[in-house]
């Protein structure tokens, strides 16, 4: 099995910041993409930012130059740098997380989530 532990949400002000973290625990083999996903009150979740084990980085239109994904692959752990931070941007966070646990079992784990909340 795969845990992942996220931590990092809160309340801040509009134009504020907040880093979140996630770290994958287990019998893994390989991670490869890992990524950051939200849903707000009333809407589906989506896709906020993604990264793969080899770097490659893809985020949604309405983030991208606010927010940074990044990993460290020998801590099994993705981060998501928030900056300028918007009210729009208030949802519930969630790291998803997809590898490898033996040659021919593969996962895709979803951590609990955390709430980010802007204010105005």
Do not use: H
């Amino acid at each position: 099995q795969v845990q992942l532990a996220e931590s990092g949400g809160g309340l801040v002000q509009a134009g504020g910041s907040l880093r979140l973290s996630c770290t994958a625990s287990g019998s893994i083999l390989r991670i490869n993409d890992m990524g950051w996903y939200r849903q707000a009150p009333g809407k589906q979740r989506e896709l906020v930012a993604s990264i793969t084990s080899g770097g490659s980085t893809n985020y949604k239109d309405s983030v991208k130059g606010r927010f940074t994904i990044s990993r460290d692959n020998a801590k099994n752990t993705v981060y998501l740098q928030m900056n300028s931070l918007k009210p729009e941007d208030t949802a519930v966070y969630y790291c998803n997380v997809r590898g490898v646990l033996t040659t021919t079992n593969s996962f895709t784990s979803w951590a609990q989530g955390t709430q980010v909340t802007v204010s105005s």
